[in-house]
């Protein structure tokens, strides 16, 4: 594979049918030097036209394979008729639609328009090495265009394995500290441990005194839940606060109507980071 200014240089020069090769002189820049003067052309180096031709070989679209599918793309094909026949003043094809510029001009510059067929072809070459979507958008506007490209490059990194699994990491947002209650019960955190010998044990960690509630239960449900925390809402008095995790448990419509009933603040956890 040819280095990629070989490649860029290559595709621009495949719309040329004859090149000229003309040799170059270090010499100063003055008022006389771009004057006209006579001289024979010479054909290029042998080698230069070799690796041309080796850079051409190895291009995934060539020229030739965009002039024989824009015959057979239906939009490019009257796209070409009205460049060479002239643009109507108004199309009722939405396909054609992109194609039309202010004032009826079709300016897209140098950029080749690819037909939809070799769509994916060129996305994978563009894909080749996994530049990203910013890389590969700068590449692909610099010489090709078909509509909605940049919404198929966007899709296509996403798609990408290799690209999701080393893309840049989210910043990590500093870590939140619990605040120290400002009296004993005021914020308690309870969870389910087990099962341990036939049992599931309701956890209470009373987090100013650090007491510690352990209330084994047969089956962690919400009815069950609820009647033990009655039972220790009784012999410690109602909390301000309670924090749980995220299980269905204590996510369940009948386990908030108990705490909004008796007042209690429920906060939850994030997941995996209790």
């Not at 004057?35 to 010479?42: A, F, H, R, S, V």
């Not at 460049?83 to 080749?112: H, M, Q, T």
């Not at 705490?259 to 939850?268: D, F, L, S, T």
């Amino acid at each position: 594979m040819a280095s990629a200014w070989l490649q860029r240089w290559s595709l621009k020069l495949t719309a040329y049918n004859t090149l000229l090769y003309r040799q170059g002189r270090n010499a100063n820049v003055d008022a006389l030097s771009h004057l006209p003067l006579p001289e024979t052309q010479k054909a290029p180096p042998a080698e230069a036209v070799k690796l041309l031709n080796f850079v051409c070989d190895g291009l995934p679209v060539t020229a030739k394979d965009i002039r024989v599918h824009t015959e057979k793309d239906s939009t490019l094909l009257q796209v070409k008729r009205y460049v060479l026949n002239g643009w109507p003043g108004y199309s009722k094809n939405e396909a054609l639609k992109p194609y039309f510029i202010k004032d009826g001009c079709l300016l897209w510059g140098s950029r080749v328009v690819v037909p939809l067929t070799l769509k994916e072809k060129v996305l994978s070459e563009l894909h080749d090495g996994h530049p990203g979507i910013t890389r590969m958008k700068a590449v692909a506007r610099s010489f090709v265009w078909w509509p909605k490209m940049d919404m198929d490059i966007k899709t296509k990194v996403k798609q990408c394995n290799a690209c999701q699994q080393t893309r840049e990491a989210p910043s990590k947002a500093p870590l939140h500290n619990w605040g120290w209650p400002e009296g004993p019960w005021s914020r308690i955190h309870i969870d389910y441990a087990g099962p341990f010998m036939g049992k599931m044990f309701l956890v209470v960690v009373d987090a100013h005194s650090k007491w510690l509630e352990v209330l084994p239960v047969l089956s962690a449900t919400v009815a069950v839940t609820i009647e033990k925390l009655r039972f220790t809402f009784a012999t410690h008095g109602l909390p301000d606060a309670l924090v749980s995790d995220n299980a269905p448990v204590f996510t369940c419509e009948e386990f908030r109507s108990f705490y909004e009933r008796n007042g209690i603040k429920h906060i939850r956890v994030a997941p995996y980071h209790p």
